[in-house]
């Protein structure tokens, strides 16, 4: 199979015959081989039954219906595990990206091997002051974090190569981040293309505000975990010896100091209370280091590791 297009969805009843049709036309003026995923993510609107119809139609339609809704990253999991074509496009359901761009997205990794092209969505058709500003921070910031050179993460709008999406594990709310989640599981080769973008047809955005606030949170947690979660002991031993030797510093100065001049209290000494709290902060630490590594000993995937190719086996 050529495609696999995976499109998670909510409340989307009205753009499901539209997107339908747009990318069907798509794949068979090219020929495609291709399955579209359908992953209904709690809807309350009818669009399952639109999908029931639009699969009774075609049977290159399939659909995954979730009990209730569980976040687009559990959509796109969901999709990746079905999946079986050897490019895998994930899209909104929104009409905001088009079906147009498939091709060259496909092509880029079938002729040119890429791994995963991501959208950018270098036009953009929503609300300036709640979306793009705050998404060009976030990509700033990204970028550095992850050294990855994309100008824009989230677009939902991306193409993978069959074997990125098997290999990848898209929880909570990373699907922000599926770029850095490929290039840690080894795929190196990371592009970009310009896609149309366009505003939103029917229905409401289905993030509001707290978008940011867990944005922010999960690229914390994603750079935290990429670079230590099978080691925590380097970061929190690190942090809490300094902190530990700090204050062992500071209370061996002041001890001196007393001993030399024995006419003052040490509870009036700015650093008596800077080195108490440093040597707690340090204690702190190292233990949650421990407790890291006890926790990391014991998960089941702490062997884990993506064999590439084996010799002689
Ligand atoms: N979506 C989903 N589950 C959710 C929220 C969103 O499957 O909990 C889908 C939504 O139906 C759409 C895509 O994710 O197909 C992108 O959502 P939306 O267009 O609301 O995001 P925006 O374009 O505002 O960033
Ligand atoms: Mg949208």
Sequence with gaps: MDLSIAIPLIDEAESLPELTEWIVRVMNEHHFTYEIIFVDDGSTDNSWEI?????????????IKFQRNYGKSA???????????????TMDADLQDSPDEIPELRRLIIEEGYDLVSGWKKKRYDNTLTKNIPSKFFNAVT???????????NCGLKAYRLKVVKSIEVYGEMHRYIPVLAKWAGYKKIGEKVVEHRARKYGTSKFGWRRFVNGFLDLLSI???GKFSKR?????????SLFF???????????????????????NRPGFYL?????????QLFLAGFIGELISRNSSNRNSYLVETKLGF
């Design 75 to 89: 959509g796109l999991f969901e999709a990746f595990r079905a999946a079986s074509g050897d490019v895998v496009i």
């Design 275 to 283: 080195a108490l709290t440093s040597i707690i902060i340090g204690m």
């Design 143 to 153: 970028r550095r974090v992850s050294g990855i050179k994309l100008h824009d993460f």
């Design 232 to 240: 925590p002991m380097h970061f929190f031993g690190l942090w809490g």
């Design 51 to 63: 999908i029931e119809s639009l699969r009774a139609a075609n049977p290159n339609i399939k659909g």
């Design 245 to 267: 030797l700090a204050g062992l510093g500071i209370s061996i100065y002041l001890i001196i100091s007393k001993i030399m001049d024995s006419h003052f209290a040490l509870t």
């Design 223 to 225: 750079t935290f975990v």
